[in-house]
């Protein structure tokens, strides 16, 4: 099992530039998760999906989409990045009997 | 929603010598409690957690404690080796059903000195 992976792992944009992360998780879990984690912020929700065919905004959706495309895979999109969106996004996945979150490796991501 | 609260945001010890780092929550509906580690550079990655329905969980080297009452919970980390220094996040779990949404601290980055 490779667990949670997501690509890519590094970025760098120019302002007002569009992009999208990829995740996926092979350990059949219903629900997925992007973080964004900024130097002694802690990790910050952006979206979830609790399930296929739903998602959530979490404490910072502001700038930021995203799509469940099926059980495996959930995307962040950034639309028009901006230099605050600089910062390293971490996906995450749980299933409904552990709630234990399993977190990819990250992508590291600039925008100049 | 939920606030998580961490102190302290950075702890030096000797080798040998223990570690406890602090959280308190602001939900009292809480119900879960994970630790996470995090090396540089590397992903966080859950070391141990505890239920609102036990209050001391205790494996190896590494316990938490729970107090439900007073809303605050600690990480403890006995005889201390430099394989500890990492950057440790506390969590709870609010009361929003059906996703298991996690609230993080600020995070704790301990340095374990030989």
């Known amino acids: 099992n490779a667990g949670v992976t997501q690509t890519p792992k590094f970025q760098v944009l120019k302002t007002g530039q569009s992009m999208t992360l990829q995740c996926a998780q092979d350990m059949n879990h219903n629900s997925m998760y992007w973080y964004r984690q900024d130097p002694g912020m802690g990790l910050r929700l952006i979206y979830y999906?609790?399930?296929?065919?739903?998602?959530d905004k979490g404490e910072v959706p502001n700038g930021y989409n995203v799509s469940r495309l099926n059980k495996r895979e959930f995307s962040l999109r950034l639309e028009s990045a901006a230099p605050s969106q600089t910062s390293v996004y971490f996906c995450?996945?749980?299933?409904?009997?552990?709630?234990?979150?399993?977190f990819g490796p990250g992508t590291r991501l600039t925008v100049l | 929603g939920e606030n998580v609260e961490q102190h302290p945001s950075t702890l030096s010890v000797q080798e040998g010598d223990s570690a406890v780092i602090k959280c308190t929550y602001s939900?009292?509906?809480?119900?879960?409690f994970p630790w996470y580690k995090q090396e540089l550079g590397k992903r966080p990655q859950l070391i141990i957690d505890i239920r609102s329905n036990v209050g001391e969980k205790k494996d190896q080297r590494i316990a938490v404690t729970l107090n439900k009452t007073a809303k605050h919970f600690s990480l403890h980390i006995t005889e201390t080796q430099p394989e500890d220094s990492a950057v440790y996040f506390c969590?709870?779990?609010?009361?929003?059903?059906?996703?298991?949404?996690?609230?993080f601290g600020k995070g704790t980055k301990l340095s374990v000195i030989p």
């Open positions: 939900d009292s509906a809480s119900n879960y």
């Open positions: 995450a996945s749980s299933d409904g009997t552990s709630i234990e979150q399993f």
């Open positions: 969590a709870a779990r609010g009361s929003g059903a059906g996703s298991y949404q996690l609230t």
């Open positions: 999906s609790a399930s296929e065919g739903t998602t």
